[in-house]
């Protein structure tokens, strides 16, 4: 090919080596991924630089926990003291997973939304699809670079939240794990619900093919997620029931393990039946109470809770039924493009 | 006309093309072609299915019913895409991307890229390189698409209304370049326009559509040749002018176009069927006056000249009645 | 460079004749008043349809016609160069021809006529002495076509 040298003809004009390929930084881009780095840089860039921005604060956070907590005895048993001081340390991890929740929210309204729809709004995806390009293999690029700049960053980010988290995982008074500031910034969970809102709102974008109506409706798109996540995210695990015939007095509740979350305590009946611990509450004395009790053959406590241990396979779970969503919207997207990209 | 030799290469073949959006049917039965090396005009009012057309051969679109064939390959096809360049009426480009990049694009995405032809038809316009394209002034930005579809070396190169946001001078300028750089490589151009006086100049094929339809087809020189413009004297003259005057009987043989009385005069376009009664004085119409006839007679029979006429099919000169 | 261009057409859009007519016309032109030369190289394609925006099939056009009457030759990768000059001897300044016609017009004006009757007459004649040798010939005058709206 002629194309690369240039002319030295053509010398009274200026600037002939304008187009001569610059210096690269890094691997060389071509082709529909240097188009789609090109198009999309600054965001990929923010993105890119927020998570590196979170992933150094919260290890200057982990420092500043580990600090604390060698002061109370870690990493052996911590001196019972060692609560007085930690709310400080409790309300952070709070805040930082609330915002944290934010970015499936915020990175499907800026990366999402437009990715498509401001390429649809403009005329520009006709311009690249009357390029030698297919229109798969551009979409390809998009979604494709997309993920990884989501997947780099979310990992980074979920990694890092879970290690400064890990000290005090067991403790469920600095944070709870089945609150979404845990549960849902740690393993593979952050990764899969950006994910989905990111690649749900470029559909939408696809389909609406107006830049500022698709970031308005993924929004909503996104709060719809995070609500619909939030109230079934205890429904990935499998309750455990503990069950005794201790009687139901003095120090008779069962043990569950540390770190479990308690959904429902009852009294459990010699035939197996629950009854609400409200059973007998109106006895007007301890005999009379213990007569009623005797009465509703009640014989234990009943306790359901899920244990802790759980929680990475509810992860699991949970990230692999979104990342499938995932994946379904995506196929939607090569679809509906085939017909109708223009 | 002289163009003899074996038939010529088609660069667009229309078999029966029709498109129906939701409020209904943009572009009906179109059968044409439209041989290679030509610079062809596409004419029609507003909404009458020209850039449903070019986007069909674009493969932006799917044909609802019929079939396109582009150098003779289906417009989906990979060596379609490769041989054709369209341009939108909005001419997108990336508003954020320097001029440089934007030849980059085309250099990254097309295997045939011809960076020289690309520079030098966006330095004839003295378009700084390293500016933004948002930045530009119309005519540059359109000059830089230019260079786009150019650099891609494209074999039929498609421009929906490429002038129509451009003063005068830009646009003469601009259409030197397109037409000089088509004429370096024979490149087929079909181009939609609303300027019809230009048209002239510029084209050498034609074709016409309004509601839907393709109502007129061919060789300039073949179209002009078969019409002829009367002039004379209305045998009943009407009060001023008459909008839908009674043809005269003498002129009942032949095809007319359009037919028109003001005062006692009397003009008509005709397509002669055989000599012309000695009352009327005759003229060979401009292509803008044979245009404007067309545009304003939609009812008019067809013309679809034989060098238009896709093989094996058969083509009455009359439409059906719509 | 060899065989510069010695001409550059003008396309006048608004005088209602064909574009190609205007190139052969211009050409020829050039030719009778000497501007061309055997040998010279009449602009390509290309060249006139940067400069005029004209479609380069009309140029084409226009050199095929040249070519037929033995005016132009096309060379093949070369361009097209003119062939034979236009320039006669029996229509230079000193003609007879030239002398008689000077002499018919001043009668003519002595007779009374206008500038536009003098110039309908001699077209019409024109037309009538060279009807067989084809339209081409009479487009040269500038005066309007008689065509009303």
């Known amino acids: 090919m002629s194309n690369v040298t240039s002319t030295p003809i053509d010398m009274n004009r200026t600037a002939a080596p304008a187009t001569a390929p610059k210096r690269s930084r890094g691997p060389r881009l071509t082709g529909v991924v240097w188009l789609t780095w090109r198009q999309h840089r600054a965001a990929y860039w923010t993105i890119l630089a927020g998570a590196a921005f979170s992933v150094l604060w919260m290890t200057i956070q982990r420092a500043d926990l580990i600090d604390f907590l060698t002061i109370h005895g870690w990493p052996g048993e911590l001196s019972a003291d060692w609560v007085q001081g930690a709310g400080t340390y409790s309300a952070m991890f709070n805040k930082v997973g609330l915002g944290l929740g934010f970015i499936p929210l915020v990175l499907g309204v800026f990366l999402g939304a437009p990715l498509l729809a401001g390429d649809l709004e403009s005329g520009t995806a006709k311009l690249v699809t009357s390029q030698t390009v297919s229109p798969n293999k551009w979409l390809a690029a998009k979604l494709g670079i997309s993920t990884v700049v989501v997947v780099v960053c979310m990992t980074a980010i979920s990694l890092v939240f879970g290690w400064w988290w890990a000290p005090v995982k067991d403790e469920n008074n600095i944070l709870d794990w089945t609150a979404g500031a845990a549960f849902d910034n740690t393993g593979l969970v952050p990764v899969a619900l950006t994910l989905f809102t990111v690649v749900g709102g470029v559909a939408i974008g696809m389909v609406l093919r107006r830049t500022l109506l698709a970031m308005v409706v993924t929004f909503v798109f996104g709060v719809v997620v995070q609500v619909v996540w939030a109230m079934n995210r205890l429904n990935l695990g499998q309750v455990v029931t503990r069950t005794t015939d201790k009687g139901?007095?003095?120090?008779?509740?069962?043990?569950?393990?540390?770190?479990?979350?308690?959904?429902?305590?009852?009294?459990?009946?010699?035939?197996?039946?629950?009854?609400?611990?409200?059973?007998?509450?109106?006895?007007?004395?301890?005999?009379?109470?213990?007569?009623?009790?005797?009465?509703?053959?009640i014989v234990g406590w009943s306790v359901d809770y899920l244990p802790m241990s759980q929680m990475s396979g509810m992860q699991w779970l949970g990230s692999s039924i979104l990342l499938g969503m995932t994946a379904a919207v995506a196929g939607f997207i090569f679809i509906w493009t085939r017909k109708r990209l223009v | 006309m002289d163009l003899g030799g074996p038939p010529e290469e088609s660069a667009i073949e229309a078999y029966g093309v029709s498109k129906r959006y939701r409020r209904g049917w943009a572009l009906r039965e179109c059968s044409f072609r439209l041989p290679a090396g030509r610079i062809c005009g596409l004419v029609g009012p507003n909404g009458a299915g020209k850039t449903t057309l070019m986007a069909m051969a674009a493969n932006l679109l799917e044909p609802t019913n019929g079939s396109l064939k582009v150098f003779g390959a289906a417009p989906e096809s990979a060596e379609?895409?490769?041989?054709?360049?369209?341009?939108?009426?909005?001419?997108?480009?990336?508003?954020?991307?320097?001029?440089?990049?934007?030849?980059?694009?085309?250099?990254?995405?097309?295997?045939?890229?011809?960076?020289?032809?690309?520079?030098?038809?966006?330095?004839?316009?003295?378009?700084?390189?390293?500016?933004?394209?948002?930045?530009?002034?119309?005519?540059?930005?359109t000059r830089v698409a230019f260079a786009l579809a150019f650099g891609k070396r494209p074999d039929l190169l498609m421009l929906d209304e490429p002038m129509s946001d451009l003063d005068p001078l830009v646009r003469h300028e601009l259409m030197g370049t397109l037409l000089a750089a088509a004429a370096e490589r024979g490149t087929t151009v079909l181009m939609s326009s609303h300027m019809l006086s230009e048209l002239g100049d510029v084209c050498d094929f034609l074709l016409v559509i309004s509601t839907g339809g393709l109502r007129m087809a061919g060789d300039v020189?073949?179209?002009?040749?078969?019409?002829?413009?009367?002039?004379?004297?209305?045998?009943?003259?009407?009060?001023?002018?008459?909008?839908?005057?009674?043809?005269?009987?003498?002129?009942?043989?032949?095809?007319?176009?359009?037919?028109?009385?003001?005062?006692?005069?009397?003009?008509?376009?005709?397509?002669?069927?055989?000599p012309v009664s000695d009352r009327w004085q005759s003229h060979t119409p401009h292509l803008e006056e044979l245009l404007l006839s067309y545009l304003r007679c939609p009812d008019a029979p067809a013309l679809i000249s034989p060098g238009a006429q896709v093989p094996g099919r058969l083509h009455g000169s009359e439409t059906e009645a719509a | 460079m060899k065989g510069f261009e010695a001409v550059e057409f003008r396309i006048d859009r608004r005088n209602g004749i064909a574009a190609y007519q205007q190139i052969v016309q211009q050409t020829k032109q050039a030719l009778r008043l000497g501007v061309l030369t055997p040998g010279d190289r009449l602009p390509t394609a290309k060249e006139v349809a940067e400069a005029c925006a004209i479609n380069p099939n009309t140029t084409f056009k226009a050199y095929r016609e040249l070519e037929r009457e033995g005016l132009v030759e096309l060379r093949a990768g070369l361009g097209t160069f003119v062939r034979r000059s236009l320039a006669r001897p029996q229509a230079g300044a000193d003609s007879q021809l030239r002398g008689e016609l000077e002499g018919w017009m001043a009668r003519a004006r002595e007779a009374g006529l206008e500038r536009d009757d003098v110039s309908a007459l001699v077209a019409s004649v024109l037309e009538k002495q060279y009807a067989a040798a084809g339209a081409v010939g009479i487009v040269n005058s500038q005066e309007p076509r008689s065509i009303s709206e």
């Open chain 2, 221 to 274: 020189d073949e179209i002009l040749s078969a019409h002829m413009l009367l002039q004379g004297v209305d045998n009943a003259p009407g009060q001023g002018r008459n909008p839908s005057p009674e043809v005269p009987a003498d002129l009942a043989r032949h095809t007319v176009i359009e037919y028109r009385t003001s005062g006692r005069q009397a003009s008509a376009l005709i397509r002669p069927d055989g």
């Open chain 1, 248 to 297: 139901v007095d003095g120090s008779s509740f069962p043990k569950v393990p540390s770190g479990s979350l308690q959904l429902d305590q009852s009294y459990v009946t010699g035939a197996g039946d629950t009854l609400g611990t409200s059973t007998c509450v109106h006895a007007a004395s301890k005999e009379a109470r213990a007569v009623c009790l005797e009465k509703a053959d």
């Open chain 2, 80 to 141: 379609a895409g490769r041989r054709t360049a369209f341009l939108a009426q909005e001419k997108p480009l990336f508003r954020r991307f320097t001029v440089a990049e934007t030849l980059r694009l085309g250099r990254e995405l097309n295997p045939g890229w011809d960076q020289q032809a690309a520079e030098s038809i966006v330095r004839a316009g003295d378009v700084p390189m390293h500016a933004k394209i948002g930045t530009l002034s119309g005519g540059q930005r």
